[in-house]
T-cell receptor, first 109, second 113 residues
Framework: EDQVTQSPEALRLQEGESSSLNCSYTVSGLRGLFWYRQDPGKGPEFLFT???AGEEKEKERLKATLTKKESFLHITAPKPEDSATYLCAVQIDNNDMRFGAGTRLTVKP | EAGVTQSPTHLIKTRGQQATLRCSPISGHTSVYWYQQALGLGLQFLLWYDEGEERNRGNFPPRFSGRQFPNYSSELNVNALELEDSALYLC????????????FGPGTRLTVL
């Protein structure tokens, strides 16, 4: 069965304390892996798309990487405004998008 | 460039009623997707429309239905509302039919009393 698992469920960091979020997946035919950021009560905001193992994308303090079984979202020197829920999603056949449950990140000043 | 818009922002209904939610995609996008995000749960795929046709649906009962209009906007209809239908309903759009990122609207918060 196609499955997406994110860990940890919640992560509390001090401002400037770098860390990584994990997204592991088991799917039959990966068309793309997506990272989104979601603030409470709002729609997800697109961050990155990764298509093949070894691919990396960067945006400000965020860097996403992809292997054949998992993806990491690395956060370097986070700031309080990076606090949000980060969602990972995989797109499989027929545009079916499977989302993980998310990692709730809190960055304390 | 305007993003995905959804209306209404909030909707309160009672059990057994029908709800209609609306979505306008980003200009130039032909695909529209609907998701349900219940409290404490992840996003669950509901429906995908492209060029006016339903292309795929998730594991939801038939009382969840919708349509896409010639201008690519879309409606989600939920009939015979149940308490567990209370959730944030998110619409997303993408340029075409495969592999592209989806851009989300702000959502409609549906509360069923």
């Amino acid at each position: 069965e196609d499955q997406v698992t994110q860990s940890p469920e919640a992560l509390r960091l001090q401002e400037g304390e770098s860390s990584s979020l994990n997204c592991s997946y088991t799917v039959s035919g990966l068309r793309g892996l997506f990272w989104y950021r979601q603030d409470p009560g709002k729609g997800p905001e697109f961050l990155f798309t990764l298509y093949s193992a070894g691919e990396e994308k960067e945006k400000e303090r965020l860097k996403a990487t992809l292997t054949k079984k998992e993806s990491f979202l690395h956060i370097t020197a986070p700031k309080p405004e990076d606090s949000a829920t980060y969602l990972c999603a995989v797109q499989i056949d027929n545009n079916d998008m499977r989302f993980g449950a998310g990692t709730r990140l809190t960055v304390k000043p | 460039e305007a993003g995905v818009t959804q209306s209404p922002t909030h909707l309160i209904k009672t059990r057994g009623q029908q709800a209609t939610l609306r979505c306008s995609p980003i200009s130039g996008h032909t695909s529209v997707y609907w998701y349900q995000q219940a409290l404490g749960l992840g996003l669950q795929f509901l429906l995908w429309y492209d060029e006016g046709e339903e292309r795929n649906r998730g594991n939801f009962p038939p009382r969840f239905s919708g349509r896409q209009f010639p201008n690519y906007s879309s409606e989600l209809n939920v009939n015979a509302l149940e308490l567990e239908d209370s959730a944030l309903y998110l619409c997303a759009s993408s340029p075409g039919t495969g592999g592209e990122e989806q851009f989300f609207g702000p959502g409609t918060r549906l509360t069923v009393l």
